[in-house]
């Protein structure tokens, strides 16, 4: 297909248009790459006939840059370790939190964060009466102001101001623990937010071929011909209702290899009487996590496609020397370095030819963000298996033991049976990830659900949801600042 969605209008390309300019009576719509996922926050999935030129630029000045502007606390920070973008650089900009005290979490002081240097919105400081020293918390500029007023008040309790020592400490991180925000003091958030998700799913969905006529839930077409997205009724959080969903999200930023990640699944799913809905879900930095109904009533042939990204540079700090490898763990290196050992034209018997090409594989190895979900799905259910094999024997620990030791019998079981289950489909559980979850019918017998609708219907486990999504933005903000001031001179 090259049939814009938003216009409708067919594309061709600039190129094409600009040397046969006398076979157009009108200026046409131009192909151009747009990103699924925005460019300010990493996407890298561009294809160039979804949106046409000229709709791509409306969107660009107007959903997209509202919606990138909400994820600054995350882009921003954490720039040194994310991937290069496909274009333009970050941008340097104030931002919002708190920083509670460490003893008492109802305490709290504003902060400013800038170059992920934290410091009080209004300065304060602490008199050490034994060392002579006061310390004045406050940036440069506003210690210089601060510190009169500071010696002024000292003086009128009595203290000679002449002796001490004036220190300025403008990174205040270590006094408390930061809390960042989200969506606090944002206008319209809630608008901004949701257009974003519906662009992306919109996106994806064209992207596979699937037309804009069949997204009838989130894109409305006019009589003019022109698709509006709308994001009303068709947008709801993800929740792990699944016993698997929830171990998965627990201790995600610990599984996850390549946390956090962007991740965009694209599923029809049947419903009794023969209905079905078209849905999107959208995950993004590991963090955010949404469903958007396309259609409710999505008459097109059943359809799979995910999509999974890195966001962050990978943690390999010094290239593998594989003769220091003991043989039998090779297969790791050639899993982590991502190497066709098709490639390799030796004997098999050759060891050192076969040495000497992984070396060289190694040698050329770059990081490609795009991942794939099935391989990477299938190593973190392994690795709850395991755990939940070490918790019931005891024989050994992993990351997830702990938890899992902490679940009810019952959840045990429903645990052991939904992983069971994830790791004998033929598809390695792919399919049935954010789609699916099982659940006891009452007489032991399990039944599978649809997630998204489970998500979208139980508004009774609210309170919950809420407290998940706090838990969410912790993993991601705790993420950023244990890589705060990680210097990285690594290429991508
Ligand atoms: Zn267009």
Redesign the pocket.
């Known amino acids: 297909m090259n049939i814009?969605y938003?216009?409708g209008?067919t594309m061709v390309s600039e190129e094409h248009y600009l040397a046969n300019k006398s076979e157009f009576t009108v200026e046409p719509?131009f192909n151009h790459y747009e990103h699924i996922i925005q460019n300010a926050l990493y996407g890298r999935l561009k294809p160039n006939n979804i949106?046409?030129k000229?709709?791509g630029g409306s969107f660009s000045s107007g959903t997209d840059k509202d919606f990138v502007s909400l994820f600054q606390i995350i882009t921003e920070t954490s720039q040194h370790r994310f991937i290069n973008k496909d274009h333009g650089k970050g941008s340097i900009n104030t931002l919002s939190g708190f920083l509670f005290d460490k003893a008492d979490e109802r305490k709290k002081k504003d902060v400013r964060i800038r170059e992920n240097i934290v410091t009080p919105k209004d300065p304060f400081y602490d008199y050490d009466s034994e060392e002579q020293v006061v310390y004045l918390y406050a940036n440069r500029v506003r210690s210089k102001q601060y510190e009169p007023v500071v010696r002024k008040e000292l003086e009128r309790k009595g203290i000679n101001t002449a002796e001490l020592t004036f220190k300025v400490v403008e990174d205040v991180t270590e006094m408390g623990v930061l809390g960042i925000f989200f969506s606090q003091g944002v206008e319209d958030f809630h608008q901004k937010f949701t257009m974003g998700f519906c662009k992306i799913a919109v996106g994806f969905a064209t992207y596979h071929k699937v037309d804009r006529n069949n997204l009838k839930n989130v894109l409305k077409i006019d009589a003019s011909g022109m698709g509006v997205l709308v994001n009303k009724g068709n947008i709801f959080p993800f929740f792990p209702v699944g016993t698997v969903d929830a171990q998965l999200e627990l201790i995600r930023p610990d599984i996850e290899r390549h946390y956090p990640s962007h991740t965009l699944i694209l599923f029809s799913q049947k419903f009794e009487g023969g209905k079905k809905h078209l849905y999107c879900y959208i995950d993004l930095f590991s963090t955010f996590q949404y469903y958007v109904l396309l259609n409710d009533d999505y008459t097109g042939p059943d359809i799979y496609h995910n999509y999974y990204q890195a966001v962050a540079k990978e943690d390999i700090k010094e290239p593998v020397d594989v003769r220091k490898i003991r043989h039998k763990y090779l297969n790791i290196v050639v899993s982590d370095y991502k190497i066709d050992t098709k490639k390799f034209k030796g004997a098999d018997s050759d060891m050192e030819a076969y040495l000497d090409f992984l070396q060289a594989e190694i040698k050329n190895y770059s990081f490609a963000p795009a991942l794939d979900l099935k391989k990477e799905l299938y190593d973190r259910l392994e690795f709850l298996m395991s755990s939940y094999v070490a918790a019931e024997s005891g024989l050994f620990v992993t990351e997830a033991s702990g938890i899992i030791n902490r679940l009810s019998a019952g959840e045990k079981r429903a645990l052991l049976f939904e992983l069971q289950y994830y790791l004998s489909r033929p598809d390695g559980g792919i399919e049935f990830y954010r789609k699916n979850f099982l659940e006891d019918d009452g007489s032991g017998k399990l039944e599978t659900m649809s997630t998204p609708v489970e998500c979208g219907t139980d508004l009774s486990i609210n309170k919950v949801r809420s407290i998940y999504c706090t838990g969410k933005f912790e993993q991601m903000s705790k993420w950023i600042f244990e890589n705060r001031l990680i210097k990285d001179d690594q290429q991508d």
């Open positions: 814009c938003q216009c209008h719509k949106l046409c000229q709709c």
